[in-house]
């Protein structure tokens, strides 16, 4: 057992009191945001599950430690709207820890000291959402570097085809980007392809955004960025089927995400709403994986409202 630390002077114990007056705001604040997520189900008539609660404190944890990253506070964030658009994200079950979600506090225009946070969905989280709402089997999203061997073979009928054969330790240029969508019906298989070009302009669009800065999920993760780049592209021609608990959820978050983008691509995503009589809808916790022998994709790479008052 850890002995307990000896508070030996004054300056000791003050610092040690500013610390748990500094924890019990904090939980304070998440506490607040909880309840507030809690009211906002109950005005869509829904109950709020515990893998929807267990999920809002994960990402109240991950805004907390993104404002610790700079050296900020709950004090410094806005609280408009704030619990709504955490319950979505709750909702789809997105986690900053599984890199599926970034949590981004920016200081608002005009506002000195008072920040708010962004959400910017991943790669992956993008191809978990689009995995949970329509028949898609698997998605595969990957870089074509200088070097590599890219064959693809696209049928209209018998569905597309690839095969990828990475240059080993490959650092070379990426020259495009390609996603593969996989289905249970081979023949609806369907290879999309984005040359760095159209990457360079998806980025500069992200860059306008934040005055002519490098955002921070560019900048950090960008061969991330470009493999979402050309999945949302993919997605166009994808039909989505929203259970009526998940519509706002849905919606909200890719709301944000095309403003994110700030690049609009000339066909929407085909959204099928689904009247579902059961509320307590839930997916299986099972997902299906998808063996990749059959395309030669072993190498590929998928990593790479109101609030109380504090005293």
């Known amino acids: 057992m850890k002995p307990e630390e000896k508070i030996t002077t004054p300056a000791e114990k003050n610092e ?37 609660r267990n999920a809002l404190f994960n990402l109240c944890l991950a805004c907390e430690k993104s404002l610790k990253d700079e050296n900020l506070t709950w004090d410094n964030i806005s609280k408009d709207g704030l619990a709504s658009e955490l319950l979505h994200y709750a909702q789809l079950n997105l986690n900053p820890a599984n890199d599926e979600l970034y949590i981004l506090p920016y200081r608002k225009k005009d506002k000195e000291n008072i920040y708010e946070f962004n959400f910017e969905e991943s790669y ?23 070097g590599d061997i890219y064959e693809p073979d696209v049928d209209l009928i018998e569905g597309d085809e690839v095969t990828f054969k990475p240059k080993p330790f490959n650092n070379g240029n990426v020259i495009g980007a390609v996603c593969y969508l996989i289905y249970e019906d081979k023949t609806k298989n369907r290879i999309v392809e984005m040359r760095l070009e159209e990457l360079e302009k998806v980025k500069k ?15 950090n993760w960008e061969s991330e960025m470009q493999k979402k780049a050309v999945l ?25 995400d095309d403003e994110n983008l700030n690049i609009d691509f000339e066909d929407k995503v085909q959204v099928k709403v689904e009247n579902v009589k059961d ?27 109101d609030y109380a008052e504090f005293e």
């Open 16 to 52: 040690l009191v500013k610390k748990e007056a500094l924890k019990t705001k904090s939980d304070k604040y998440i506490d607040a945001l909880v309840k507030e997520s809690a009211k906002v189900m109950d005005s869509m008539c829904l109950e709020m599950k515990p893998e929807v």
């Open 124 to 146: 992956l989280g993008k191809k978990k959402k689009v995995k949970k709402f329509s028949d898609i089997k698997d998605v595969v999203a990957f870089l074509v570097r200088e």
């Open 205 to 219: 669009a992200s860059m306008d955004k934040m005055g002519g800065k490098l955002s921070p999920a560019w900048k």
């Open 232 to 256: 949302k592209r993919a997605l166009k021609d994808v039909e989505i089927e929203v259970p009526n608990e998940y519509q706002q959820a849905y919606y909200s978050t890719e709301a944000i």
């Open 279 to 305: 509320a307590n809808y839930s997916e299986s916790k099972e997902e299906k994986k998808v063996s990749l022998e059959e395309i030669d994709l072993h190498k590929v790479d998928e990593d790479d409202s």
